[in-house]
């Protein structure tokens, strides 16, 4: 494959994933869900009507983190505002955080790293629970976006050559903010982020964009108690709100097999079962050759890593061991680390054309271990990468294939499938 088509085949996978979403957008589209979406949009409507209480009392309905997620339904009441209130009104929000996130991916890389930059959008938006958290008002996809949008800022604004380093620290710090105000799972990126401070702190670098970073933080967390402590006289108003909750959910009879069960292979099926091993394996061939990759390539590794085990490991509750609930959309945190380093795995194996054997291996092993119907999806790609040659791929891919569709064996086994 030429530079020139290298260059535009960004461009060409933004408005693919756009189209593709929007046509998901229209025709999958069936209203609300479940409780979340029909509690999120009665607060947009509250707040477009100017009936929004902030804190309700302990007891109330609405005494729930839900009701604290203001990026989550704030611009829907706007939309509700400027619109009117109407289902489609309703997740205009999620849908454009969903696309949002890949036009960082374009804008990020879509000069330096283009095949990253087109791999990676591909991965997220072609994922079936990105495309189906899009259609509903759920609060993970506009998590997705601003962790993204975050992690994006802060390796931006530590860039040695960057020349207005406390714009991108104040930047990265109302980034965290609304990403806080939208789920509480920005957690995932604490380890990450408190590591790379005290690296820099240990170095004497970047200090420019941590004073930034964190006098705007600092203003807005006081700022943001001291309106919980005039409207309900507690500073610790949300915490107290997710404690509550997970009291009432706490599991007393959790038996020691299913904790361990739960800390070893239970998330590794969960991210095999949603079709995310194919991330996994590509983002496992960029771990093995990192000390050849970028350092944005990294940046990506190291931050896909410590989320991945703080989700693995971590807890909801700081009273007791209560783990991250195995369900798909609690995984979109970790999307867009994980995709984008996923990219740079396939930028070394459309470079060096090396390491297919061990992901048409690692491809078949899921399918193996799965024994359902996305092993099919599994075994196919595990079957096809061998065809691919030991080296640079893209100057012979054409012709090896014209010559292989000639072949009486490729026909039989095309009637077979």
Known sequence: MSAPAFRLLPHFTLAFVGLFTIAFFIFAHEGLYDYDDYNYARYAHQLATGTFDLTPEPGHLDYTPLHQRLMVFGPVALFYKLLGVGIFTTTFWPLLCTFGTSLIFYLLYRQQHPVVASAAMLLLGLHYFTLNLSIYLYPDNVLMFFAADSAAALLYGRRPAQAHPVWWGLGFALLNFAASLSKETIVYYLPFYLSLLLLDLWHRRHGKFWLGALSTGAFLLVTYLFVYQAAAHDLLYRFHVIESVNEVRRVSNTSTGDIVARLTYMPLQ????????????????????????????????????????????????????????????????????????????????????????????????????????????????????????????????????RDLVRTPHFLQALRCL
């Open 270 to 401: 969960l991210l095999i079962g949603t079709g995310l091993g194919v991330v996994l394996l590509l983002v496992l061939v960029a771990a093995i050759k990192s000390n050849r990759l970028s350092n944005d390539a990294r940046f990506w590794l190291a931050l896909a890593g410590s989320s991945l085990a703080f989700y693995w490991l971590g807890s909801t509750s700081l009273s007791y061991y209560n783990p991250n609930s195995l369900l798909p959309r609690m995984l979109t945190p970790l999307l867009p680390p994980l995709c984008l380093a996923a990219g740079f795995g396939v930028e070394y194996f459309a470079r060096t054309g090396r390491g297919g054997w061990l992901l048409a291996l690692g491809l078949l092993g899921c399918a193996a271990w799965l024994r359902s119907s996305i092993s099919i999806v599994y075994g196919l790609l595990g079957a096809f990468l061998p065809l691919l040659p030991d080296y640079y791929p893209w100057a012979s891919y054409a012709e090896r294939w």
